[in-house]
């Protein structure tokens, strides 16, 4: 092989070496976003379920029991874990579904299907 062949291919494995590298960065980039995400969801919930129980309990004649039970101490923990939930399916969930491995099974399928068309066409 000529030696200019031997770069190219030497450049190719280089490139695709550093795309796999950035690939791999973004991920641990996403992963900790989502595990920071988590850890701001639970101090700040517990942080502001705390402060409704303490003012439902002093404020309106409630028992602790009455404060513990109230919509309001869990609502923050609902809507915003809702939009945790999708946090994680992006993160971790849709890649499952829709990823590189459901794109490779998708392109196989569809390239068999048209294989067995073609076949038999031929046939006939």
Do not use: P
Request: hydrophobic content about 40%; proline content about 0%; cysteine-free.
């Amino acid at each position: 092989m000529s030696r200019v062949i031997l770069n190219q291919i030497k450049m190719e494995q280089n490139y695709i070496k550093e795309q796999q590298y950035l690939k791999a960065k973004k991920r641990i980039k996403d992963i900790k976003g989502f595990y920071s995400h988590l850890s701001v969801y639970i101090v700040v919930n517990i942080f502001i379920s705390g402060i409704i129980v303490y003012g439902l309990s002093n404020d309106e004649d409630r028992s602790l029991g009455e404060a513990l039970t109230h919509f309001g101490t869990y609502s923050t923990w609902l809507f915003w874990g809702i939009g945790l939930f999708f946090h994680w399916l992006g993160v971790f969930g849709f890649k499952s579904f829709f990823g590189k491995s459901w794109e490779e099974k998708k392109i196989k399928e569809l390239m068999d299907k048209d294989d067995e068309v073609s076949r038999k066409i031929l046939k006939k």
